[in-house]
């Protein structure tokens, strides 16, 4: 099976260099290109909505690597930081010691010198002594260098890493307030999108009413016709009603309640 695909393979692949040539690593990649992009448009926006907010998520793990290293280095600063200063201090009590022995020497006194332990040394004792001090002094103060070159240089990457981690915080903040904008903006597009599937077409709602209008019309006149058609041709047997005039003003003081003068004459 796997030397029959390879087979397959091999073939498209010489069947395609000899048609296009040169031009078949260009095709290959916009082939790629085309049906990435077609992928990426069959995916949805919440989809995608989902997978940003995750990759964003994400960023708490860098964030607290970050941190956990820091604080590994915080602690490896504060320890050199103090072996620095040991050391400092050591190197400082030499120098005493030695510009003792030194001026001892430059006094050109042929006495012994005491030592607070009340021992005496002799000149050549305290020049044997000055001379190892000396050497042991420029060790001390080579080694000395090192480290506060070394921990400048440890202090200098703790403040990058410090930097770094406080600008992942703030990108993440950024791109979770800009994800949660784009989210409601496309909840508001979604809402616009049902509002127009929902909204009835105006032109179909004007035949409707003007179906019911001519209708309306028909439905009137076929009414008129059908009373033309039952009162024509028939001889009119019921009394007009005519009103009664005679007593008119009768009836008008009646329901004022006055009395007419002609009445009363």
Same mark, same amino acid.
């Given at each position: 099976?796997?030397?029959?695909?390879?087979?397959?393979?091999?073939?498209?692949?010489?069947?395609?260099?000899? $048609?296009?040539?040169?031009?078949?690593?260009?095709?290959?990649?916009?082939?790629?290109?085309?049906?990435?992009? $077609?992928?990426? !448009?069959?995916?949805?926006?919440?989809? /995608?909505?989902?997978?940003?907010?995750?990759?964003?998520?994400?960023?708490?793990?860098?964030?607290?690597?970050? =941190?956990?290293?820091?604080?590994? %280095?915080?602690?490896?600063?504060? @320890?050199?930081?103090? %072996?620095?200063?040991?050391?400092?201090?050591?190197?400082?009590?030499?120098?005493?010691? =030695?510009?003792?022995?030194?001026?001892?020497?430059?006094?050109?006194?042929?006495?012994?010198?005491?030592?607070?332990?009340?021992?005496?040394?002799?000149?050549? !004792?305290?020049?044997?002594?000055?001379?190892?001090?000396?050497?042991?002094?420029? #060790?001390?103060?080579? $080694?000395?260098?090192? =480290?506060?070159?070394?921990?400048?240089?440890?202090?200098?990457?703790?403040?990058? *890493?410090?930097? /770094?981690?406080?600008? #992942?915080?703030?990108?993440?903040?950024?791109?979770?307030? %800009?994800?949660?904008?784009?989210?409601?903006?496309?909840? =508001?597009?979604?809402?616009?999108? $049902?509002?127009?599937?929902?909204?009835?077409?105006?032109?179909?709602?004007?035949? *409707?009413?003007? *179906?019911?209008?001519?209708?309306?019309?028909?439905?009137?006149?076929?009414?008129?016709?059908?009373?033309?058609?039952?009162?024509?041709? !028939?001889?009119?047997?019921?009394?007009? %009603? #005519? @009103?009664?005039?005679?007593?008119? #003003?009768? !009836?008008?003081?009646?329901?004022?309640?006055?009395?007419?003068?002609? *009445?009363?004459?």
């Amino acid at each position: 099976m796997l030397k029959k695909a390879l087979f397959v393979v091999v073939g498209f692949s010489i069947i395609g260099g000899l $048609m296009f040539g040169s031009k078949l690593p260009h095709l290959v990649g916009d082939l790629y290109s085309n049906a990435r992009n $077609m992928g990426d !448009q069959l995916v949805s926006v919440d989809a /995608k909505i989902g997978h940003a907010r995750k990759d964003i998520k994400a960023l708490d793990k860098d964030v607290r690597k970050l =941190m956990h290293d820091i604080a590994k %280095e915080e602690v490896k600063c504060e @320890d050199l930081r103090e %072996e620095v200063s040991k050391k400092s201090q050591a190197l400082s009590k030499l120098h005493i010691h =030695m510009e003792v022995l030194n001026d001892h020497l430059n006094t050109g006194s042929s006495q012994h010198f005491v030592a607070t332990n009340g021992k005496n040394y002799t000149g050549v !004792q305290v020049k044997q002594d000055l001379a190892t001090s000396l050497k042991q002094y420029k #060790t001390n103060q080579t $080694m000395l260098d090192a =480290m506060e070159k070394q921990l400048d240089s440890r202090v200098a990457i703790l403040e990058t *890493a410090q930097e /770094k981690l406080e600008e #992942t915080k703030r990108a993440k903040a950024e791109l979770f307030g %800009e994800l949660e904008a784009l989210e409601a903006e496309h909840r =508001m597009n979604e809402v616009a999108k $049902m509002t127009s599937e929902f909204k009835l077409d105006d032109s179909r709602l004007s035949k *409707a009413k003007e *179906a019911i209008k001519k209708l309306r019309s028909e439905i009137r006149v076929e009414g008129s016709l059908v009373n033309q058609i039952s009162t024509s041709g !028939q001889i009119p047997t019921v009394p007009t %009603e #005519t @009103d009664n005039l005679d007593d008119i #003003t009768v !009836q008008y003081e009646a329901f004022f309640g006055k009395t007419s003068a002609v *009445a009363s004459k």
